[in-house]
């Protein structure tokens, strides 16, 4: 089993950053692929990034790309996501998901995503 919390959504302006932070529970951390999702007022859940086991290889959706960043920290269990240059489009309940796999396929193609965090809430205001 594998617990989720996420931490460090809020209000901020159109331009700015936030970062959050998911901390998880349990000895396998270091050993799953994790993923941030998002799902905005009126829309489907969607991928926002990935991370592999060890952090060497990542994904980013096309939205987020190059403002974003995903990282981790094994040693702490914890993945962070840094959010710059934010827009009111980024607006959305941001959720930690773990996978049972290490490879970050698996949570760019959901496989195995079996653990979730309750969200935390992202609003940009313009």
């Known amino acids: 089993q594998v617990q989720l919390v996420e931490s460090g959504g809020g209000l901020v302006q159109a331009g700015g950053s936030l970062r959050l932070s998911c901390a998880a529970s349990g000895r396998t951390f270091s050993t799953r692929a994790m993923g941030w999702f998002r799902q905005g007022p009126g829309n489907e859940r969607e991928i926002v990034a990935g991370?592999?086991?060890?952090?060497?290889?990542?994904y980013y959706a096309d939205p987020v790309k190059g403002r974003f960043t995903i990282s981790r920290d094994n040693a702490k269990n914890t993945v962070y996501l840094q959010m710059n240059s934010l827009k009111p489009e980024d607006t959305a309940v941001y959720y930690c998901?773990?996978?049972?796999?290490?490879?970050?396929?698996?949570?760019?193609?959901?496989?195995?995503?079996?653990?979730w965090g309750k969200g935390t809430l992202v609003t940009v205001s313009s």
């Open positions: 998901a773990a996978s049972d796999e290490f490879d970050v396929s698996s949570v760019v193609k959901q496989r195995g995503m079996y653990y």
């Open positions: 991370i592999n086991w060890n952090g060497g290889s990542t």
